[in-house]
């Protein structure tokens, strides 16, 4: 901390000391060129010997010649002088506008080509290195595409890969569940089957089959006389082909129990052919996957008479309302 303030203290007098030093060289300069400025009045008179009055050439004898004498100043008043005229006003001259320079343009440099004249070999050595640098960039550019493309296929082929295993194994599990769930089925079904034959020890039962045992459905109800249900479902035409007239409407028999409402959409050609049949989840109320196969398929098969005169493509509904009976 000390050192520090004597530092302080040692700039602050060498600033003071260079300021003085300055001052008294200006003054010192000054007072060297206060004589230049200074002038006698009147003057002082010419060094030399004075001389008569007289002519160079002409003179003679011991006599001086008589001063000059001094002209008598005329005592008589003198008239007042006439006043001048008073000066006419100049006209004001207009105040010329100032003249702009326009900027000279510049010259262009001059650019003094040099011609450098160099050796042939020295010429074709520099072309055929750039060549070859150029050929090497080329190649080296083209072996990174290849490595690019070579590794871009081995990964669409690793991701196909993965996908098809993802496939496989999706397969494999929905077979084995499949598989579980009908051998489960059938063992519920052998179960039951055993348990009905159980009630019926006597090898009595109910049923058209020519077999022991008692004919109905595993989840059927035990006194009730159907021994066999069947879903029926009468197709119903509706929107744009109500006027269609048809040809040929299939009818729909299966063995399940299931039942519920199935309305496809369906569009015809000028022929009467069927050319698109899809389901309306909308207004369909069954569940049943199987119902909804048998509509669509059903749906396709149907025949309507030919119109050349409508539309390309003339859509509407089949609706099927499947009941056991």
Same mark, same amino acid.
Request: aromatic fraction near 4%; glycine fraction near 8%.
């Given at each position: 901390?000390?050192?520090?303030?004597?530092?302080?203290?040692?700039?602050?007098?060498?600033?003071?000391?260079?300021?003085?030093?300055?001052?008294?060289?200006?003054?010192?300069?000054?007072?060297?060129?206060?004589?230049?400025?200074?002038?006698?009045?009147?003057?002082?008179?010419?060094?030399?010997?004075?001389?008569?009055?007289?002519?160079?050439?002409?003179?003679?004898?011991?006599?001086?010649? #008589?001063? @000059?004498?001094?002209?008598? $100043?005329?005592? *008589? %008043?003198? &008239?007042? +002088? /006439? #006043?001048? @005229?008073?000066?006419?006003? $100049?006209?004001? *001259? %207009?105040? &010329?506008? +100032? /003249?702009?320079?326009?900027?000279?343009?510049?010259?262009?440099?001059?650019?003094?080509?040099?011609?450098?004249?160099?050796?042939?070999?020295?010429?074709?050595?520099?072309?055929?290195?750039?060549?070859?640098?150029?050929?090497?960039?080329?190649?080296?550019?083209?072996?990174?595409?290849?490595?690019?493309?070579?590794?871009?296929?081995?990964?669409?082929?690793?991701?196909?890969?993965?996908?098809?295993?993802?496939?496989?194994?999706?397969?494999?599990?929905?077979?084995?569940?499949?598989?579980?769930?009908?051998?489960?089925?059938?063992?519920?079904?052998?179960?039951?089957?055993?348990?009905?034959?159980?009630?019926?020890?006597?090898?009595?039962?109910?049923?058209?089959?020519?077999?022991?045992?008692?004919?109905?459905?595993?989840?059927?109800?035990?006194?009730?006389?159907?021994?066999?249900?069947?879903?029926?479902?009468?197709?119903?035409?509706?929107?744009?082909?109500?006027?269609?007239?048809?040809?040929?409407?299939?009818?729909?028999?299966?063995?399940?129990?299931?039942?519920?409402?199935?309305?496809?959409?369906?569009?015809?050609?000028?022929?009467?052919?069927?050319?698109?049949?899809?389901?309306?989840?909308?207004?369909?109320?069954?569940?049943?996957?199987?119902?909804?196969?048998?509509?669509?398929?059903?749906?396709?098969?149907?025949?309507?008479?030919?119109?050349?005169?409508?539309?390309?493509?003339?859509?509407?509904?089949?609706?099927?309302?499947?009941?056991?009976?």
């Amino acid at each position: 901390m000390q050192d520090f303030k004597v530092g302080q203290y040692e700039d602050a007098n060498k600033k003071k000391s260079g300021i003085i030093s300055t001052l008294l060289t200006t003054i010192l300069v000054l007072l060297l060129f206060i004589p230049l400025f200074s002038y006698m009045d009147p003057p002082p008179g010419q060094e030399g010997i004075l001389v008569n009055l007289g002519n160079i050439d002409l003179g003679e004898g011991d006599n001086n010649a #008589p001063a @000059p004498k001094a002209e008598k $100043e005329d005592t *008589k %008043p003198k &008239p007042d +002088p /006439k #006043p001048d @005229p008073e000066p006419k006003p $100049e006209p004001k *001259k %207009p105040t &010329p506008k +100032p /003249k702009v320079d326009k900027p000279k343009p510049k010259p262009e440099p001059v650019v003094k080509e040099t011609v450098v004249t160099e050796d042939p070999n020295a010429i074709r050595i520099k072309k055929e290195k750039e060549k070859k640098r150029r050929e090497e960039a080329k190649k080296r550019a083209e072996e990174a595409e290849q490595e690019r493309q070579e590794e871009q296929e081995r990964q669409e082929e690793l991701a196909e890969k993965r996908r098809e295993e993802a496939k496989r194994k999706a397969a494999e599990d929905a077979r084995k569940a499949k598989e579980a769930a009908e051998a489960k089925r059938r063992s519920d079904a052998a179960a039951k089957a055993k348990e009905i034959e159980g009630l019926f020890g006597d090898g009595g039962g109910k049923g058209k089959t020519g077999k022991p045992g008692n004919q109905g459905d595993p989840n059927g109800d035990p006194n009730s006389n159907i021994l066999e249900g069947k879903s029926t479902g009468a197709g119903k035409i509706g929107g744009g082909l109500g006027s269609r007239g048809v040809i040929s409407a299939p009818k729909i028999s299966d063995n399940s129990q299931d039942t519920g409402v199935v309305v496809v959409d369906v569009c015809v050609d000028r022929n009467g052919r069927v050319t698109k049949a899809e389901i309306r989840q909308t207004r369909t109320t069954t569940t049943s996957s199987r119902l909804k196969q048998l509509a669509v398929a059903n749906a396709k098969k149907y025949k309507f008479k030919k119109d050349g005169s409508a539309p390309q493509a003339q859509c509407g509904t089949i609706t099927y309302d499947f009941k056991v009976k």
